[in-house]
């Protein structure tokens, strides 16, 4: 399976097991420049009434079978804190959101 395939199913996995409404692909693997100290950052959304580690800790749980050889960073954001952020004009958020892929 090549990488974009165990991507691929790692957003399935989180949309089936998770019920993550978008898992969105961004930062150096996104722009097609990466190196290999790259990381495969991700912004998970998903509603959710964990706190922040415990969101981390349920998702890297879930992506453990498929993730074995990736570097993987993920950001587990729930839809009001994407709107929050939003708001008030985070840049980084924004980037995401624009320029991130969809998986």
């Known amino acids: 399976m090549t990488r974009s395939e165990r991507l691929v199913a790692i957003a399935e996995r989180l949309r089936r097991d998770y019920h993550a409404e978008r898992v969105i692909l961004y930062g150096s693997v ?12 991700l912004l998970i959304i998903a509603s959710t009434r964990e706190h922040f580690y415990e ?4 998702v890297r749980k879930i992506m453990r079978p498929l993730r074995a050889g990736l570097v993987l960073s993920p950001i587990v954001l729930t ?7 939003v708001e008030h004009g985070d840049q980084f958020i924004e980037e995401i959101l624009n320029e991130g ?3």
């Open 101 to 103: 892929i969809d998986l």
């Open 55 to 58: 969101r981390m800790a349920t």
């Open 79 to 85: 839809p009001q804190e994407i709107q929050a952020s």
């Open 30 to 41: 996104a722009r097609g420049d990466e190196t290999e100290e790259s990381d495969i950052d």
